[in-house]
């Protein structure tokens, strides 16, 4: 089983910033993507930013620009830097995980409010 811990939500005004970190840990496994979905009240979750095996970086349009997700290996974790936050970012952000058998592992999910 593989574990991902989140951390570094908050609130935050608009125009701000946050840094999101994602943390592995458990089996071993080869990373087929690697990335952060999100999901507001009411609304569907959304992917906000991958990395792609072999480093291809998809991000979702309104926040291109804004956010840069990277990746520390030697640390098995992942980051997402939020930059000039606007409201419609509130939502509760998910880390996410596919390996190359097509299995999905989900962190626990941080909160992010931006306020205007």
């Known amino acids: 089983q593989v574990q991902l811990v989140e951390s570094g939500g908050g609130l935050v005004q608009a125009g701000g910033s946050l840094r999101l970190s994602c943390a592995a840990s458990g089996s071993k496994i080869v990373i087929k993507s690697i990335g952060w979905y999100r999901q507001a009240p009411d609304k569907q979750r959304e992917l906000v930013a991958a990395i792609i095996s072999g480093g291809t970086t998809n991000y979702l349009d309104s926040v291109k620009g804004r956010f840069t997700i990277s990746r520390d290996n030697a640390k098995n974790t992942v980051y997402l830097q939020m930059n000039s936050l606007k409201p419609e970012d509130t939502a509760v952000y998910y880390c996410?995980?596919?390996?190359?058998?097509?299995?999905?592992?989900w962190g626990q999910g941080t909160q992010v409010t931006v306020s205007s």
């Open positions: 996410n995980v596919v390996d190359f058998l097509n299995r999905d592992y």
